[in-house]
């Protein structure tokens, strides 16, 4: 089975520290999503991603959040500096965009806890 | 905006009982339909979806959702549930567009179901 590959799988650190979290899709996939989930506001969209180019990242707070594609394997979520209030699952997910049937394969997710 | 709506956040049966999550959204277009299933402490899968044709949707163990395009629902449905159900269901929603733009994925809030033995 294919699989979208998530590391780390759990992350402790402390408030103020970078964290990055990256995630391989599927090959081929060609559009990538980050999601983070909470016990309050359940899954939100970070940011989406289409042949490596970032379409929407309205749902990331900018001044601490950035979501990268240095190649079609790898995308990185990275927070600096980090906040409690990050603590969540970060879930990737890759598919085959288009404008439509877009059925998402989500990795195991990256579990945060910011002290 | 567009939205997605779970009406039920926790819902608990027992065993053999029959399940209907309730599953509206807002949208008035061509939409892509989904249920999605996360058991305890793993990650989403998926459990159906609707693109077009047939409204009622068989997925996989046993799941089925129907399609009421006048009631903007997508329902999901299991005759009898069994205690290996016991997960969180999020319906999600992709709201087609033609516009160039790309077409989001939108989750519900989720519903958690328990099932007891």
């Known amino acids: 089975d294919a699989r979208v590959t998530q590391t780390p799988r759990h992350k402790v650190t402390e408030m103020g520290q970078e964290v990055t979290m990256r995630c391989q899709p599927i090959?081929?996939?060609?559009?990538v999503f980050w999601y983070r989930q909470t016990m309050m506001q359940g899954l939100e969209l970070l940011a989406y991603?289409?042949?490596?180019?970032?379409?929407?990242d309205s749902g990331m707070p900018k001044d601490r959040f950035s979501a990268e594609m240095p190649d079609a394997t790898l995308a990185t979520l990275k927070i600096q500096p980090s906040e409690p209030r990050d603590s969540a699952v970060y879930f990737c997910?890759?598919?085959?965009?288009?404008?439509?049937?877009?059925?998402?394969?989500f990795g195991a997710g990256s579990r945060l806890t910011v002290l | 905006a567009q939205s997605v709506s779970q009406h039920n956040h926790h819902v608990i049966l027992s065993e053999a009982a029959s399940l209907e999550l309730g599953c509206n959204y807002s949208?008035?277009?061509?939409?892509?339909l989904f249920w999605y299933v996360q058991y305890p402490g793993q990650h989403l899968q998926l459990l159906l979806k609707y693109f077009s044709g047939d409204p009622l949707v068989k997925g996989i163990k046993g799941f089925e959702a129907e399609f009421i395009k006048s009631k903007f629902s997508f329902n999901l449905r299991k005759p009898s549930v069994q205690w290996s159900d016991t997960a969180e269901y999020f319906c999600?929603?992709?709201?087609?567009?033609?516009?160039?733009?790309?077409?989001?994925?939108?989750f519900g809030a989720g519903t958690r179901l328990a099932v007891h033995p």
């Open positions: 090959l081929g996939h060609n559009t």
């Open positions: 999600a929603v992709i709201p087609i567009t033609f516009s160039g733009g790309y077409n989001k994925l939108i």
């Open positions: 991603f289409r042949n490596r180019a970032p379409l929407d």
């Open positions: 997910a890759s598919g085959l965009g288009g404008t439509g049937a877009n059925v998402l394969t």
């Open positions: 949208y008035g277009g061509t939409v892509n």
